[in-house]
């Protein structure tokens, strides 16, 4: 892991937090949604969710960044409880949401710095420095004054990106970072996260459908199914897998010989 003095984020100290997910239980009404969900994410992991629609997966990742509670259980980031907001102030955690959540009316630059502004983060000068650096490092230079409407459904996943980032995250979340786009822009999302995971250290949670996308990115895996864990493994290890979960969910559209995504030599997925 090569921490190091970030040009804007000492990152010389380690800033990844681990999440502890410990025996969670939630219903809708009758309906078990997150049955005994137990497990843990490393600092610095990047780790994916996946299963089937109806899964538990949103569910979950909702009840990580306090959006939604739960029944039982708790859930620690670094050892503090998710379920009150002050942890993720202190942890700064992020979640770029599925649909990007950009405001419209406001240029890249605006968007980026909305939050920052809000919450006095930083002076005018840092803020900008800030903003172009980010900018910067998800190829997005030039955009700035550009509007969302004005740019491509990749471009926009990425502006989403950027604008978590201005919060320096130590816990990141995406929510099905590559539905809706093609198979090259997904790469690049996919490069994406791999790359902020050195640049910035910072722990990553992925929930996707994208099975191509898991077993390139996922240093672990966790498959759910009807709000249980079925199992949790390296891609080599889902690949390899007997259970005949796995193999269902797996077989329909993957072929593990040959994955969309490879491993450049710098650890992050490029397309093939
Ligand atoms: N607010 C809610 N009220 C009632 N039921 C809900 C609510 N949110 C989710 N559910 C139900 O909980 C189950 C799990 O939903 P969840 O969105 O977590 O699944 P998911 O794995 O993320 O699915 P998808 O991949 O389709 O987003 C589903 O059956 C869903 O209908």
Do not use: W
């Not at 490069?191 to 910072?202: A, H, Q």
């Amino acid at each position: 892991m090569g921490r190091k003095k970030h040009d804007l984020i000492d990152t010389s100290e380690r800033r990844a937090v681990g999440v502890d997910i410990q025996h969670v239980n939630k219903r809708f009404r009758e309906q078990v949604v997150l049955d005994d969900v137990h497990f843990t994410i490393n600092p610095g992991e990047i780790f994916v969710i996946m299963g089937p629609s109806g899964a538990g997966k949103s569910t979950l990742m909702r009840a990580i960044v306090n959006l939604e509670g739960v029944d039982s259980g708790d859930i620690l980031i670094n050892g503090e409880s998710a379920f009150r907001q002050q942890t993720h102030v202190r942890m700064h955690t992020a979640i770029v949401f599925q649909a990007g959540g950009l405001f419209n009316s406001m240029s890249v630059y605006d968007n980026l710095a909305f939050y920052p502004r809000e919450h006095r983060l930083y002076d005018r000068k840092t803020l900008h420095d800030k903003v172009h650096y980010t900018l910067q490092i998800l190829n997005l230079k030039g955009c700035a004054e550009k509007y969302p409407a004005e740019l491509s459904g990749g471009m926009r996943k990425r502006v989403a990106i950027a604008r978590s980032l201005l919060i320096e995250p130590r816990l990141l979340l995406y929510d099905e970072p590559t539905s809706e786009l093609d198979p090259l822009s997904a790469a690049n999302i996919a490069e994406v996260i791999g790359t902020l995971k050195e640049e910035f250290d910072v722990t990553s949670i992925v929930v996707s459908h994208d099975r191509d996308l898991a077993t390139s990115i996922g240093e672990r895996v966790a498959l759910m199914e009807k709000g249980r864990v079925v199992t949790i493994d390296t891609p080599e290890g889902l690949c390899a897998s007997t259970n005949p979960i796995v193999r269902e969910f797996l077989q329909p559209n993957i072929d593990c010989q040959k994955p969309r995504f490879r491993q450049a030599a710098s650890g992050s997925p490029v397309p093939l």
